[in-house]
C-alpha cells in the first residue's frame, strides 16, 4: 500500500456547476468556467426560476442541485485571489471560508498543473487546506497532519509558517511531513511534531487530514482529508473528502506508514 495507491483506488464523484441568471459582466463566467476547464467538473449557464441573480448552484451527476452559493463568494475566495494569497499570509486562517459549492465538490478526482505548467490550477487544493487547517484550528482537539514536500516550505512561507505556528500553539496534536532540507529543527519550533523522510510518500504526496476526537464513532465529527500525489510530469492527482472510511484511511496510513 502507499499513498498513491489510495488515490488510484478512489472512485471519483460527477459534479457540476451552473452559473443561474447571469447578470454580471461575461468575464466571471469564463474565469469560473476556466477554472475548471480540464476537470471533470462541467461548468453552464441557465436561466433558472426562483434563483437570485448570480447564483452558483451545484449539481450532482444526475441534476440534483446540492448546494448553492452567491458568485461573489466563489469570486471572492477563488477566481479573484492567487495562491500568493496564501503563502504570504494576507488570507489568514480566520477569513478562510470556502462557500458551499466548492466544499460540496469533495469526491471529484482532480489533475492539476503546477508551477511552472499553471499559476492558478493548484489554487483549489491551496485553498481546501486552509479549509481543514481552520477546521483543526477551530475544533482546537484531535489530530491533524499534513504534508510539505520539503520541510523547510513550513517557515519559508509567511502564510504556512503562520497557520502552523497557531495549530502548534492550539490543542491539536500537529505534526507535519516532508523531507529534511535544513527546515526540520525550525519547524520544530512552532510547536509541532516533525517527521523527515525522503520515501516517495515524502517527496511526492500533498496531504492535509484533520482528525477530531471520536471521529470513527458513527455519528462524531466528520473527519476531512485532502491527498494529492504529483506524477514525474509535475501534475497532481488527487480528490478531498469528508467521507469517514475514506479520510481515516488517510490519516490511519500516514500514522502507521510515516
Known amino acids: 500500500m502507499s499513498l498513491r495507491r489510495l488515490v488510484e483506488e478512489h472512485e471519483g464523484a460527477q459534479r457540476g456547476l451552473v452559473l443561474a441568471n447571469r447578470s454580471q459582466p461575461e468575464q466571471l463566467r469564463s474565469m469560473l468556467a476556466g477554472m475548471f476547464t480540464e476537470q471533470s467538473v462541467t ?7 426562483g434563483v437570485p441573480e448570480n447564483t452558483v448552484l451545484l449539481l450532482d451527476g444526475e ?5 448553492e452559493s452567491p458568485l461573489s463568494a466563489v469570486s ?9 494569497a ?10 478562510t471560508n470556502l462557500p458551499a459549492v466548492i466544499t460540496g465538490l469533495e469526491g471529484v478526482q482532480f489533475r492539476l ?3 511552472p505548467q499553471s499559476h492558478k490550477e493548484k489554487l483549489l487544493l491551496i485553498a481546501v487546506s486552509r479549509h481543514i487547517e481552520r477546521a483543526a484550528w477551530e475544533h482546537d482537539a484531535g489530530t491533524h497532519r499534513a504534508s510539505f514536500q520539503r520541510l523547510s516550505r513550513i517557515v519559508d512561507e509567511q502564510g504556512t509558517q503562520r497557520v502552523y505556528r497557531r495549530l502548534g500553539e492550539s490543542g491539536v496534536d500537529t505534526h507535519v ?4 532540507d535544513g ?8 510547536g509541532v511534531t516533525v517527521h523527515a523522510g525522503d520515501s516517495p510518500d515524502y517527496r511526492d504526496s500533498w496531504f492535509v487530514v484533520h482528525r477530531p476526537p471520536d471521529a470513527e464513532q458513527p455519528g462524531g465529527p ?6 494529492a500525489i504529483q506524477g514525474d510530469d509535475g501534475v497532481w492527482d488527487g480528490f478531498f473528502t469528508s467521507d469517514r472510511e475514506e479520510a481515516l484511511a488517510v490519516d490511519d496510513y500516514v500514522r502507521r506508514e510515516l
Do not use: M, Q
Not at 461548468?43 to 426560476?49: F, K, L, R
Not at 511531513?177 to 529534511?180: E, K, M, N, P, S
Not at 527546515?183 to 512552532?190: F, V
Not at 466528520?222 to 491527498?227: K, M, T, V
Open 43 to 49: 461548468v453552464d449557464e441557465a436561466a433558472v426560476e
Open 63 to 67: 441534476g440534483n442541485v446540492l448546494a
Open 222 to 227: 466528520e473527519p476531512l482529508a485532502l491527498l
Open 113 to 115: 498543473r503546477g508551477y
Open 183 to 190: 527546515g526540520a529543527e525550525r519547524a520544530a519550533e512552532l
Open 76 to 84: 471572492e475566495s477563488l477566481l479573484f485571489t492567487n495562491s500568493d
Open 177 to 180: 511531513y516532508g523531507v529534511d
Open 86 to 95: 496564501f503563502v504570504t499570509g494576507s488570507t489568514s486562517l480566520a477569513e
